[in-house]
């Protein structure tokens, strides 16, 4: 038997975070990781241009979305489901609480890769008193990948149950 537990858990994210961005203060705050990695990222490269600082937060970023995305799906495949049997079919059991977690662990990686991918394709890293602006504008954008990730984990999932 197929769930669709990660989807289902991830579009409840996607409907939170867009519900999230009516209250204006979210947005703002969902950015603040990725200006951690700015403020590293400015030690290690030339501040001029201040692009420089924007691309290697970019790159800082990709490298903790994909790295985190390989490890949760290589775990989801080995350790994150076991199979049980009812009445002769198949069963998941894959932690509720487990797909929160790797929910709110991209919630801190998304959303500012997003709004950096967001300040330098579109503003070219420009920086001016309504920037802060741009993280609403982009929280919409960045709340639709819950329900892919959600999706990805699912077919890695089922792929184990098919297999298992």
């Known amino acids: 038997m197929v769930n669709y537990l990660g989807t289902k858990i991830g579009a409840c994210f996607t409907a939170g975070s867009l519900l999230l961005t009516l209250t ?82 991209f919630y801190f990686i998304v959303h500012p890769l997003v709004f950096y991918l967001y300040w330098g394709i579109q503003l070219d890293f420009r920086s001016d008193g309504q920037l802060i602006m741009e993280a609403i504008r982009t929280f919409p954008i960045s709340s639709l990948s819950f329900i892919f990730i959600g999706i990805m984990i699912d077919i890695v999932k089922n792929r184990g149950i098919e297999n298992g």
């Open 24 to 105: 204006l203060v979210v947005p703002v705050f969902s950015i603040l990781p990725g200006s951690l990695l700015e403020a590293v990222a400015q030690g290690l490269v030339n501040n001029d241009p201040y692009s420089n600082v924007g691309k290697l937060t970019i790159l800082f970023l990709i490298i903790m979305f994909a790295t985190t995305l390989i490890i949760v799906l290589v775990r989801v495949r080995k350790t994150g489901i076991r199979i049980g049997r009812v009445w002769g079919k198949k069963i998941i059991y894959m932690s509720k609480i487990k797909i929160v977690l790797i929910m709110l662990l």
